[in-house]
Each structure stands twice: as C-alpha cells, then as structure tokens.
T-cell receptor, first 110, second 115 residues
Framework: SQTIHQWPATLVQPVGSPLSLECTVE??????LYWYRQAAGRGLQLLFY??????ISSEVPQNLSASRPQDRQFILSSKKLLLSDSGFYLC?????????FGQGTRLTVV | DQQVKQNSPSLSVQEGRISILNCDYT??????FLWYKKYPAEGPTFLIS?????DKNEDGRFTVFLNKSAKHLSLHIVPSQPGDSAVYFC??????????????FGKGTLLTVNP
C-alpha cells in the first residue's frame, strides 16, 4: 500500500532562518506530489506541485521554494523565513483523482 | 478569486441528527468533487467523492449530492456521531484527464456533534 511520510511534525523557527521540510512517498512510482499550506482561518492553499523529478510548478508567489531530487521525494525550502510563513504544511500525492496527505508539519515562525 | 466556497465556517448539531455541509463552486470546468475530513494537527483524510456525471453518491452514513446547474454540492451525515466532529473540506478538480490532478479546496467547515 502507498504511504506518505512528512517530517518534522512541529517546528519553531526564528524569523530569517532557513527551512527544509521533507516528504517521501512509498509504494508508488512517479507520483504527482504537492505542497499545501493551511494558514489560520484559511483553507488549503496549493503552493507547489511536481509531476516528475526536477519539475516544479509554483502556484503562488512567495518566500518558499520546492525541489524534487528523487522520484518519491519532495522538499519545501526557504532561505529566510518570514512571520507570515507560519502555518500547517501538508505534503500530498495523487495518482488518480483525489489526494492523499501526510500528517503535516506545524511551522511557527517567531 | 475563490473558486470553491464553504460559506459556513462552523456547524453544530446534536448526536443522531443530520449534518449538512454545503459547498459552492464557480469554475464550470470542475468535474470531480471530493470531501475531506481533518482532525487537528493531522493531514486531511479522504471521505467521499462524486463525479459530475452523477448527482448522488452514498457511502454508509455519508452522502454527497451534486447540483451542477447550481454549482452546488452538499455532504449529508446521518446519523451524526461525536466522532464526526472535525473540519470538513470540500475540494474540486478539473483534471479528469491528463497527468495532473490539482485540487482546489474550500476554507473548510468545523462540524461539532454534541452528545
């Protein structure tokens, strides 16, 4: 069966520090991978999606970047965090209609 | 521009009664709709879906209704149970073909089922 791993579960980082969140998928090959963010009082906002290694599409301009170094690995990064980057970050994969999510990372920028 | 709207941020119902969660969309290209359930500090989990070729899909206590002309869908939970208390997200996709199945989510509705 397919599983998706996302870490860390919680993270507190100072403003201006770098960020790296990692997501890996098991049990499937060539998945479409996504990073979503749920900010307080808002729905799930699509940040990035990737249909293959090295292929990244950005949905919204922001302080974040994404990379896909391997087929089943998706990384969300920032060089300098802003207070507004705080939120709940979710990695997801799809192969057919629908998305399956990781457990999420609660990021607090202080 | 919010293409998927859940206009009720919260809903409170009594255990055993029906919960009705509503969702509206504006993009006529959407042809597949899903409901996700999310507990605090966890990722959303898939609940039920419906294709635009149907107007109803039922799975146990959960039924989703789709009204394409009104661009409206609803999730019915009967009977509601305290364990159903969670945030429910409506999502839509226009990718019934192709390799990219991006989902557009609503803001969610917090359902509280009181014992």
């Amino acid at each position: 069966s397919q599983t998706i791993h996302q870490w860390p579960a919680t993270l507190v980082q100072p403003v201006g520090s770098p960020l790296s969140l990692e997501c890996t998928v098991e049990g499937t090959s060539n998945p479409n991978l996504y990073w979503y963010r749920q900010a307080a009082g808002r729905g799930l906002q699509l940040l990035f999606y990737s249909v293959g290694i090295g292929q990244i599409s950005s949905e919204v301009p922001q302080n974040l970047s994404a990379s896909r170094p391997q087929d089943r690995q998706f990384i969300l990064s920032s060089k300098k965090l802003l207070l507004s980057d705080s939120g709940f970050y979710l990695c997801a994969w799809t192969r057919r209609l629908g998305a399956f999510f990781g457990q999420g990372t609660r990021l607090t920028v202080v | 521009d919010q293409q998927v709207k859940q206009n009720s941020p919260s809903l409170s119902v009594q255990e055993g009664r029906i919960s009705i969660l509503n969702c509206d969309y504006t993009n006529s290209m959407f042809d597949y709709f899903l409901w996700y359930k999310k507990y605090p500090a966890e990722g959303p989990t898939f609940l039920i879906s419906i294709s635009s070729i149907k107007d109803k899909n039922e799975d146990g206590r959960f039924t989703v209704f789709l009204n394409k002309s009104a661009k409206h869908l609803s999730l019915h939970i009967v009977p509601s149970q305290p364990g159903d208390s969670a945030v429910y997200f409506c999502a839509a996709s226009g990718g019934s073909g192709g390799s990219n199945y991006k989902l557009t989510f609503g803001k969610g509705t917090l359902l509280t089922v009181n014992p």
